[in-house]
């Protein structure tokens, strides 16, 4: 029996066009199927954080990727073991910092955080270390806009020395009163989060640590977390200095301010311009 190649090729091109369906039929029950999955991974993390204690495990969490790196602690923890027995002033709360609370034997350590989560779960054992819950309400977008006003407004010069009763937009004068009367050795900035643009930044701890140490009529070293963001750089130049810089490892830099409060400018008179 002969076959003919023009009675063969319907038949050729039938078969060809099932293979085609079928094949289009699996994967869209195949992408069906990874959507389905996505989706109900993703109500399932909703349903996760339904809670205030499941969705703090979830904000901790988050907060852990802003811990110091082991070189960026030990920079610190060599410096308070140099400086201990001193007064040292953390805001941020992490539980590594407890350590630097055990090293300043014989000293005070005083931490502020606006996290209430991390203050229930992180608890200090020493007479001598103090965990404050204090509040910060302005976002990090308004960061230039406070950069221009402490630039132009007198009341933010370093020369004022009553810092509760400053005008200055980017002076915190609701902190408790310990620590606008203790002189600080050492201050420790990293906190608030100021993760994102809504967030708290940390204009004002970094200003604010610039004048206390500035106040304290002695060296006090300032060391500046998460430097490779644009406020906590911005700000350690502004009102740290890059004269001042003495150390510096990962993301975390170390300053050491002189207390010179007659001074009406934080740095030299070459401005750092910011673009």
């Not at 509040?135 to 132009?152: D, E, I, M, S």
Request: aromatic share 8%.
């Amino acid at each position: 029996m002969k076959f003919h190649g023009r009675k063969l090729l319907p038949a050729l091109i039938f078969i060809l066009s099932c293979f085609s369906v079928l094949r289009l039929l699996k994967l869209a029950i195949t992408y069906s199927d990874s959507w389905s999955r996505a989706a109900a991974l993703s109500s399932s993390l909703r349903r996760e954080c339904s809670s205030p204690s499941e969705c703090g495990k979830i904000r901790s969490n988050a907060a852990n990727a802003t811990l110091l790196a082991p070189k960026e602690f030990m920079l610190v923890s060599n410096l308070i073991t140099h400086k201990a027995p001193c007064n040292l002033l953390v805001f941020g709360l992490q539980s590594q910092y407890l350590d630097l609370s055990s090293i300043n034997v014989g000293g005070i350590t005083l931490f502020l955080e606006d996290d209430r989560y991390k203050i229930s779960k992180i608890k200090s054992d020493s007479n001598r270390t103090r965990i404050y819950k204090v509040k910060y309400q302005v976002p990090g977008k308004k960061a230039y806009k406070l950069l221009k006003h402490a630039r132009g407004n007198p009341a933010c010069t370093p020369s004022i020395n009553l810092l509760q009763q400053s005008s200055c937009k980017l002076a915190l004068r609701n902190l408790p009163k310990q620590v606008y009367e203790l002189k600080w050795d050492v201050v420790v900035v990293d906190g608030p989060i100021g993760d994102t643009p809504e967030a708290p930044g940390r204009m004002s701890t970094i200003y604010t640590a610039s004048m206390l140490a500035r106040a304290a009529g002695n060296t006090t070293n300032v060391m500046v977390h998460d430097v490779h963001r644009t406020i906590e750089k911005w700000f350690s130049w502004e009102f740290l200095c890059e004269e001042n810089m003495v150390a510096a490892k990962g993301k975390l830099w170390n300053f050491r301010i002189s207390g010179e409060s007659n001074s009406t400018s934080f740095c030299s008179s070459r401005t750092v311009h910011v673009e």
